[in-house]
């Protein structure tokens, strides 16, 4: 079966770094997404990773490694509006999304 | 501005009844979709559809259907609701031209009592 993990819920304090983990196991590979929602509302597009390595989008960076089947998601200098849910999301050979449950990130000051 | 409506944004449905979640987007994408979304899972496909015209099943689609008559409009019929069908329904596009982004519309909460 098709099964994308991360953690439920991580901790984090405001100014500081934080690595949201995501392993995948898919039915062929066509791109890794993240997504971040708040509390209520839709999901939006943070990052898109297809090759190996790092994409670095100001606070955020994404990474991949797909000989792993391992992503990881790199927020610097938190701040408060950081916290969020982030969704990883895997689209297969069907070219069909597959979502983790997504990690709840809480930001302390 | 640009993007994707959903109503209605809340509802409450008796059990037995028929509902219609509209979505409409003004990107002229081509693929649309639907998704649930229930506390601790991930978003689970329901329908979705590649170009206007076309539809598919996706991974919970039973109790629900779709049409896609034109570009813009993708609605959700729940022919005979049911409580299991309680959730947050969001509505996406894509361009499958460029990465396949998802742009999503702003949920709607539908609880079936």
């Known amino acids: 079966g098709q099964n994308i993990d991360q953690p439920t819920e991580m901790t984090a304090t405001e100014g500081a770094i934080v690595q949201i983990n995501c392993t995948y196991q898919t039915s062929g590979f066509n791109g890794l997404f993240w997504y971040q929602q708040h509390a209520g509302e839709a999901p939006t597009f943070l990052s898109y990773?297809?090759l190996d390595g790092l994409e670095e989008k100001g606070r955020f960076s994404s990474f991949l490694s797909r000989s792993k089947g391992y992503s990881y998601l790199l927020l610097k200098e938190l701040q408060m509006k950081d916290s969020a849910s982030y969704l990883c999301?895997?689209?297969?050979?069907?070219?069909?999304?597959?979502w983790g449950a997504g990690t709840k990130l809480i930001i302390k000051p | 501005i640009a993007g994707i409506t959903q109503a209605p944004t809340s509802q409450i449905l008796a059990a037995g009844r028929r509902m219609t979640l509209r979505c409409t987007q003004d990107?002229?994408?081509?693929?649309m979709y639907w998704y649930r979304q229930d506390l601790g899972l991930g978003l689970r496909l329901i329908h979705y559809s590649n170009t206007a015209g076309t539809t598919g099943k996706g991974e919970v689609p039973d109790g629900y259907s779709v049409s896609r008559a034109n570009t813009d409009d993708f609605p959700l019929t729940l022919a005979s609701a049911v409580p299991s069908q309680t959730s947050v329904y969001f509505c996406a596009s894509s361009d499958v031209q460029d990465t396949g982004e998802l742009f999503f519309g702003e949920g709607s909460r539908l609880t079936v009592l």
């Open positions: 999301a895997v689209r297969d050979s069907n070219y069909q999304l597959i």
């Open positions: 990107m002229r994408h081509n693929a």
């Open positions: 990773n297809v």
